[in-house]
């Protein structure tokens, strides 16, 4: 466990101190301007899929169908995952302040909400965000191991997605490849993370309050 937090310490480390620069800045001058205006609309399209009211809605409606199964270890799990992510991924924004490419300002605007806020380049969040969300569906939907075609059709639709989305913020210029990778080192680790101490300490409680069956 305590590797995945060294390796996305060594890795921000590397990006502040600009040991990514020469590479950031290459990506960014080959695809600026050079994207077709179909494919911009596609790519608009698949990142929107981890925006942050998007989230919220997504978020909602897994925490729903959770609860209509019955699983309340796994909301825990899920509200527990998502909100160290976001809270993270803000703290890391804030932290280093890493101006985004062509000198864009954004603010964090979440209806109304942090308008004034600064939404600093790394990590990116929209990386973090989209490999949490679906991580997590591909955890949840592949528990018990089932090979049938569904289960495989909806696995790559879940691996595929936060790509997509991570090569999306590359393209549109919003980020730098090195923030959408860090944003992936930061939503793999908290998603591993997560899973095991949802595995040791929930499954463990659970198993403590099964009744013992006599005879």
């Given at each position: 466990?305590?590797?995945?937090?060294?390796?996305?310490?060594?890795y921000?480390?590397?990006?502040?101190?600009?040991?990514?620069?020469?590479?950031?800045?290459?990506?960014?001058?080959?695809?600026?301007?050079?994207?077709h205006?179909?494919?911009?609309?596609?790519?608009?399209?698949?990142?929107?899929?981890a925006?942050?009211?998007?989230?919220?809605?997504?978020?909602?409606?897994?925490?729903?169908?959770?609860?209509?199964?019955?699983?309340?270890?796994?909301?825990?799990?899920?509200?527990?995952?998502?909100?160290?992510?976001?809270?993270?991924?803000?703290?890391?924004?804030?932290?280093?302040?890493?101006?985004?490419?062509?000198?864009?300002?954004?603010?964090?605007?979440?209806?109304?909400?942090?308008?004034?806020?600064?939404?600093?380049?790394?990590?990116?969040?929209?990386?973090?965000?989209?490999?949490?969300?679906?991580?997590?569906?591909?955890?949840?939907?592949?528990?018990?191991?089932?090979?049938?075609?569904?289960?495989?059709?909806?696995?790559?639709?879940?691996?595929?997605?936060?790509?997509?989305?991570?090569?999306?913020?590359?393209?549109?210029?919003?980020?730098?490849?090195?923030?959408?990778?860090?944003?992936?080192?930061?939503?793999?680790?908290?998603?591993?993370?997560?899973?095991?101490?949802?595995?040791?300490?929930?499954m463990?409680?659970?198993?403590?309050?099964?009744p013992?069956?006599?005879?």
């Amino acid at each position: 466990m305590v590797g995945y937090v060294l390796v996305v310490m060594f890795y921000s480390l590397l990006v502040i101190k600009g040991g990514m620069d020469k590479i950031d800045q290459w990506v960014y001058e080959s695809v600026v301007g050079q994207m077709h205006p179909l494919f911009e609309k596609v790519f608009i399209a698949i990142t929107f899929l981890a925006d942050t009211k998007m989230l919220a809605v997504f978020s909602v409606v897994t925490v729903i169908a959770l609860w209509m199964r019955k699983n309340y270890k796994w909301i825990i799990f899920y509200i527990f995952m998502m909100s160290s992510g976001v809270f993270l991924t803000l703290l890391l924004k804030l932290t280093i302040q890493r101006d985004r490419p062509g000198g864009e300002v954004d603010y964090v605007e979440f209806w109304g909400i942090g308008g004034e806020l600064i939404s600093y380049s790394y990590p990116s969040g929209h990386a973090v965000k989209s490999l949490l969300l679906f991580g997590f569906w591909f955890f949840y939907l592949n528990r018990k191991q089932s090979e049938n075609l569904f289960n495989r059709i909806t696995s790559i639709y879940l691996i595929t997605c936060p790509i997509l989305i991570g090569i999306g913020q590359v393209l549109l210029t919003r980020h730098y490849l090195s923030d959408v990778i860090g944003g992936f080192l930061i939503g793999i680790s908290l998603l591993v993370l997560s899973r095991k101490l949802f595995e040791q300490k929930l499954m463990k409680y659970s198993l403590k309050l099964q009744p013992v069956r006599r005879g």
